[in-house]
């Protein structure tokens, strides 16, 4: 399975496309400048990771930052709101107290009024009473 009528021996002089390499008297420097630049290209891309993951981590704790004051205040806003519902019940309460006062009031009053209608009417019938005694009527007519 060896497909040694395909391959191409090595040469020194061409390069992988097979093309004739020029001649270089320096070509020791010229690699030595490859893996400088190489080593520059890396250290680049090394910064530019580092920067990234700098701003990856500080976006993290703002976002950490924000959700820790939205929950602090998604807490208060909760508290305030059960306060509220307690105070709502408890000015519920003290109206419907109020209205029973009322209610008793008003029926204090009615019966007051009636109390003092009978006590108009037994005066009136006491007067009319004694003035038709001293007129000599009967009290049976009034």
């Not at 019940?89 to 009615?110: N, P, S």
Request: proline letters at 4%.
């Amino acid at each position: 399975m060896a497909q040694r009528g395909f391959r191409r021996p090595f040469l020194t002089d061409e390069n992988v496309l097979g093309l004739p390499r020029p001649p270089s008297p320096n070509t020791g420097a010229q690699a030595l400048d490859l893996v400088y630049q190489a080593a520059d290209l890396f250290r680049g891309i090394e910064d530019r990771v580092r920067a990234t993951e700098m701003r990856a981590d500080a976006a993290e704790r703002a976002q950490f930052d924000i959700i820790g004051t939205t929950e602090r205040k998604l807490r208060e806003a909760s508290k305030a709101l059960e306060e509220a519902q307690k105070r709502i019940v408890t000015q519920q309460d003290q109206l419907a107290a109020l209205e029973f006062r009322a209610q008793v009031a008003e029926t204090e009053a009615r019966e007051a009024r009636q109390t003092l209608a009978q006590v108009e009417d037994a005066i009136r019938r006491r007067l009319l009473l004694t003035g038709e005694q001293a007129d000599g009527r009967s009290p049976a007519v009034a």
